[in-house]
C-alpha cells in the first residue's frame, strides 16, 4: 500500500491502515474547529521495525469534498525536530475525497540505522487553495528489531 508518511526522512510518516496499533491522537489547536475532524491513527506494526514496512493510517471525515491538496508532516525524536516531508494529499488517499469518512495512509521502510526510540509526529492537511483542514499530533515508537544485518 503506498501512501501517507518516514526515512529519517520518512522516519516520520503520517499515516496509517492495517488497524493493529491504535494512537492517542491530538488536535493542535484545540480551540479551533477545524473542517477535517481525524478520528483515529492506526500504525502497523506497532512499535515501528527498523527496515521493515510500517503503514501510518488515519482515519478522517469532512463535510465537504476535497479535491486536492497536500500533508506536510514534521517529526520529532525525544522533542528535536529530524524531519519534514511534504505529499500529495491525492497520493496517500484517493481524490475527489468525497463528503464523509476516508483514510489518509502511507507506508515506507525505515532504514536499518533508524534510532529506536519515541517520536512524534504533527500533520497538517491543506487543500488545494492552502487553507488548513486540520492539524493533528501523535508519538509513536521505533522498536529495536531490525531486518537489516549489523555490521
Known amino acids: 500500500m503506498e501512501m501517507v508518511q518516514l526515512k529519517l526522512a520518512v522516519l516520520a510518516l503520517c499515516l496509517l491502515l492495517p488497524f493493529n496499533g491504535a494512537t492517542d491522537v491530538s488536535y ?44 506536510v508532516i514534521d517529526v520529532s525524536y525525544f522533542g528535536w525536530h529530524i524531519h519534514s516531508e511534504t505529499h500529495d494529499l491525492c497520493a496517500e488517499t484517493s481524490c475527489p475525497v468525497t463528503e464523509g469518512d476516508f483514510v489518509v495512509a502511507h507506508s515506507q521502510v525505515l532504514p536499518g540505522f533508524t534510532p ?36
Do not use: W
Open 116 to 151: 529506536p526510540g519515541s517520536y512524534s509526529l504533527k500533520m497538517k492537511m491543506y487543500d488545494a487553495n492552502q487553507q488548513e483542514l486540520t492539524c493533528i499530533a501523535f508519538d509513536f515508537n521505533i522498536g529495536f528489531a531490525s531486518s537489516v544485518a549489523e555490521s
Open 28 to 71: 493542535c489547536d484545540k480551540k479551533t474547529e477545524y473542517a477535517v475532524k481525524v478520528s483515529g491513527v492506526e500504525i502497523s506494526p506497532s512499535p515501528v521495525a527498523r527496515g521493515q514496512p510500517a503503514t501510518f493510517s488515519i482515519a478522517a471525515t469532512t463535510g465537504e469534498a476535497i479535491d486536492g491538496g497536500k500533508l
